[in-house]
């Protein structure tokens, strides 16, 4: 009884293991396994995909902000682009440069005639009226004609000879003698240096000076608002010689020293050339030299003359 029993078992067991549920089991067990081998696979390439794209999103993103940080902040970038522009720029200036070269030739007698004129001398010297000893005692026309003579020295007007025009640019001694008159309303004054030395002897108002100092008593006479005369500045074939003119306008205040305005090519004031209009020195020409010597002219001093109507 006993063995039946247990080959029963047996063969319960062996039917129970080779039922048709178990198939069902395995079935169902790899069709789970296909699909989870199925859904990690999509699952790792979008992984991957993602990842890739991640890792290209963050290697562009920090390709641009290092480039950025590296623009913005290193100054090679900066230095950089500047140096693009400033090849940009190289091209521009040179066309910019093109046309600078014509203004420089128009520029350029501007420019020659300021060296020139720091060559030949110092700058024009003016004088206040208050500046000069008992300015404010002189007649009311005398001032006058003063005033105006010493405003035309602050407007830097060259020696020009020929012109007796301040809008010219500059004028020449006869000239600035000339136009202040003018101005004053002296109608009669002639235009040059030789006929107004002429118009002042006809009408008697001319004191000769024949000595060769300061100091000479020949002039005790001489009165600030006179016209000065010399010959001998330049050579020329004129008679009378006379050559060049100027105003007497007093002593100076501070030096005590006489001093004379006009236009001149080369006299001094303070010991320094001046070519212009100008307040310069009067002083009398070295008694050593002569009219002509060496080949060459030397000023000489001639006389003084009063303005005719100017202190009536």
Same mark, same amino acid.
């Given at each position: 009884m006993v063995t039946p029993f247990r080959f029963t078992a047996v063969t319960i067991v062996v039917v129970a293991f080779f039922a048709p549920s178990p198939p069902i089991a395995a079935q169902s067990v790899g069709?789970?396994?296909?699909?989870?081998?199925?859904?990690?696979?999509? !699952? *790792?390439?979008?992984? #991957?995909?993602?990842k890739s794209a991640t890792t290209k999103k963050e290697s562009a993103s920090p390709s641009p902000t290092p480039s950025r940080k590296k623009k913005s902040v290193s100054p090679s970038p900066a230095v950089s682009p500047t140096a693009k522009a400033k090849k940009k720029s190289s091209p521009t200036p040179e066309p910019s440069e093109t046309p600078s070269p014509t203004p420089t030739p128009s520029l350029s007698p501007t420019a020659t005639a !300021? *060296?020139?004129?720091? #060559?030949?001398?110092?700058?024009?010297?003016?004088?206040?009226?208050?500046?000069?000893s008992g300015f404010e005692n002189y007649p009311p026309k005398v001032q006058q004609l003063l005033s105006s003579a010493l405003e035309l020295t602050t407007r830097n007007l060259d020696y020009k000879y020929g012109s007796a025009d301040p809008g010219n640019g500059g004028m020449d001694c006869s000239g600035f003698v000339y136009f202040v008159l003018?101005?004053?309303?002296?109608?009669?004054?002639?235009?040059?240096?030789?006929?107004?030395?002429?118009?002042?002897?006809?009408?008697?108002?001319?004191?000769?000076?024949?000595?060769?100092?300061?100091?000479?008593?020949?002039?005790?006479?001489?009165?600030?608002?006179?016209?000065?005369?010399?010959?001998g500045t330049y050579a020329i074939k004129r008679d009378p010689p006379i050559t060049h003119?100027?105003?007497?306008?007093?002593r100076e205040k501070k030096t005590g020293a006489r001093v004379m305005v006009g236009a001149s090519d080369g006299r001094t004031y303070q010991s320094q050339q001046r070519f212009g209009v100008s307040v310069f020195d009067f002083k009398m020409p070295r008694a050593d030299k002569g009219e002509i010597e060496d080949g060459k002219v030397h000023p000489r001093f001639v006389g003084y003359a009063h303005i005719p109507g100017l202190r009536d």
């Open positions: 069709e789970k396994i296909k699909k989870i081998f199925s859904t990690p696979t999509p !699952t *790792p390439t979008p992984h #991957k995909k993602k !300021t *060296p020139e004129s720091g #060559k030949r001398g110092a700058p024009n010297a003016t004088l206040l009226p208050e500046a000069i003018k101005q004053n309303g002296v109608e009669d004054v002639p235009r040059d240096s030789s006929e107004q030395y002429i118009w002042l002897r006809r009408a008697g108002k001319f004191e000769p000076v024949v000595g060769q100092k300061d100091d000479s008593f020949e002039f005790d006479n001489l009165k600030p608002g006179d016209l000065l005369f010399w010959t003119a100027m105003i007497y306008l007093g």
